[in-house]
């Protein structure tokens, strides 16, 4: 697998979601580029769906001829390899979704929150550097409210299906920017943890600190550079939350996750967010 058909991105959906689009636009699930269900390809077209490419970790990957450290974590998944920085911000695939990217000011998500048979509308709304605030309709005159920004995290109202500390921890981790872009500003933003097989993906793994003393682990589909995966560690080293995204669609020039779960560190489905629209609006030249 040459290096350039590798890595990226980050942050959340309605807390966890990739940002989106060249200019202002409202994108609606009929709309949107690509598949409803794999990964599309830059032409649309559907991801393979045997995950063949999957199963080989980049032979320049774990052939360490330089001599440098071979990244990896404790996990006994994990797989040790050379140079992992370089294989995600030599995406060639990604590397047209984060130019775009660079030129957005803010992307709003609309959706729904369903918690076992119920459901609840949702939004998003989110810009730069790393402001994004919640809102969710909880009942006929309840709403619950999440927001960060320079002032800070706010909560108010009761959430539903996460608690009130996964979701000040999905806002206090929020990042607009994708690793790529981030890494393209630092190249020791993110902290290489070596390859982890995720079912029918190959990912590359990081770690990331962020405010309040939480750090998220990422998962990085090797082939789209998509975020598949983060979980999200509390400054006491304990799993808070673990989000899998999926269904991504091409949204104005950018990668979007139409799906989120979350699920608690024992594997239980707390809750799963789906989009239907987004909005984009790009930075004025």
């Given at each position: ?39 599309p390809d830059v032409a649309g077209g559907p991801a393979p769906a045997n995950g063949a490419y ?232």
């Amino acid at each position: 697998m040459p290096k350039s058909v590798n890595p990226l991105l980050a942050s959340m959906m309605l807390l966890a979601l990739v940002s989106a689009g060249w200019s202002s636009a409202n994108t609606s699930v009929g709309d949107n580029e690509g598949a409803a269900n794999g990964n599309p390809d830059v032409a649309g077209g559907p991801a393979p769906a045997n995950g063949a490419y999957a199963s080989e970790v980049p032979r320049e990957a774990i052939d360490n001829q330089d001599q440098t450290t071979l990244a990896a974590d404790q996990e006994e998944q994990s797989i040790p390899v050379a140079e992992e920085i370089d294989f995600v911000k030599d995406n060639s695939f990604r590397k047209p979704f984060e130019e775009s990217l660079k030129a957005i000011a803010k992307v709003d998500y609309y959706g729904t929150r369903y918690v076992d048979c119920e459901h609840y509308s949702l939004e998003v709304h989110t810009a730069r550097p790393n402001q994004v605030s919640l809102l969710m309709k909880t009942g006929d005159s309840s709403t619950f409210e999440g927001s960060k920004s320079n002032q800070g995290i706010k909560i108010r109202g009761t959430p539903q299906g996460l608690g009130v500390e996964e979701e000040r921890a999905l806002l206090a981790t929020f990042a607009f920017d994708t690793p790529i872009v981030e890494l393209e500003r630092n190249q020791h933003a993110f902290k290489p943890l070596g390859m982890q097989k995720l079912p029918g993906i190959l990912t590359w793994k990081l770690q990331v600190d962020r405010p309040g003393g939480y750090h998220r682990i990422l998962y990085v589909d090797s082939h789209y550079g998509d975020i598949v995966k983060f979980t999200i560690i509390n400054a006491q080293g304990a799993r808070v939350l673990d989000v899998s995204l999926h269904d991504y669609r091409g949204v104005e020039g950018i990668r979007v996750p139409f799906a989120i779960d979350y699920r608690s560190p024992d594997g239980t489905l707390l809750a799963s967010d789906r989009l239907e629209r987004v909005a984009v609006t790009r930075t004025r030249s």
